[in-house]
């Protein structure tokens, strides 16, 4: 299923006019495994938490992980 979803994106793939990744990292490899698409734009758009999402205080971190029963 893995090989048959690879192929298709990377024969759809050089058919698109821009491709969209979320690193740099990501970006170099998908020029790397497929030239055709390589050659057109490829945009980088770094995944983030919406500003809803606050850092947890450790506090809160404890309650959770005393609730968490980590023994069988």
Do not use: C, W
């Not at 030239?35 to 959770?64: N, S």
């Amino acid at each position: 299923m893995i090989k048959a979803a690879r192929m298709f994106e990377l024969f759809f793939g050089r058919f698109g006019d821009y491709h969209l990744t979320v690193s740099e990292a990501m970006k170099i490899n998908l020029a790397e495994i497929a030239p055709a698409i390589g050659r057109k734009p490829i945009y980088v758009l770094y995944d983030r938490a919406t500003p809803k999402f606050k850092q947890t205080t450790l506090e809160t971190k404890e309650k959770l992980y005393q609730g968490i029963s980590l023994e069988g």
